[in-house]
């Protein structure tokens, strides 16, 4: 069944049309939860909570572009809300902007390494790891990000430059203990 069809028949309500997206999009979906939410359970009620949202809006979706980037832009703004749910317990650290210039990813590395990668993202503090993944990861903006997270500027940069200061370390000890 191609997209077209699809969103159509999810529109009219067919729930053998809703299933197919759902098998379609969940495990990459959850992948992209995963990289906001460090919590498996938490990042699977953020899904379930997006796909509601994208079954609720369905009719909204003009086929213009790709659903698969439709339904990932309403998981990360899922995520988003839920990180700013929980956002009133936390504070956020304001520094003066601080510039690293990006390494590049040796793109040799094996699908073992990268999911590694991601294991040591997945463990940065919880606003480290949204910045980082909205800029390094989605390519956001710093003031995109500001005005999702209700943040300065500076703090998205500040929050960008530590989580890869800590990456940075948790590789160098990595490769120390090697």
């Not at 995520?79 to 510039?99: C, F, G, N, P, W």
């Not at 480290?128 to 903006?141: D, M, W």
């Amino acid at each position: 069944m191609n997209e077209e069809t699809l969103v159509k028949e999810c529109v009219s309500g067919s729930e053998k049309a809703q299933k197919a997206l759902f098998d379609a999009f969940a495990p990459k979906m959850l992948a992209v939860a995963m990289r906001y939410i460090n919590d498996k359970e938490r990042a699977e009620d953020v899904l379930q909570d997006g796909f509601i949202k994208v079954f609720k809006n369905i009719q909204s979706f003009k086929l213009e572009g790709s659903l698969e980037g439709w339904v990932r832009r309403i998981v990360v703004n899922t995520a988003l809300d839920q990180i700013r749910k929980e956002k009133k317990h936390q504070k956020d650290i304001e520094l003066d902007d601080v510039s690293f210039e990006l390494k590049q990813i040796n793109h040799t590395e094996s699908q073992l390494q990268a999911d590694y990668l991601m294991t040591l993202v997945r463990s940065l503090p919880d606003g480290y790891r949204t910045v980082f993944n909205l800029f390094a990861i989605e390519g956001y903006s710093h003031k995109e990000i500001a005005d999702m997270l209700e943040i300065t500027e500076s703090t998205s940069k500040s929050q960008y430059s530590r989580a890869r200061s800590g990456l940075r370390e948790m590789l160098e000890k990595l490769n120390i203990e090697r």
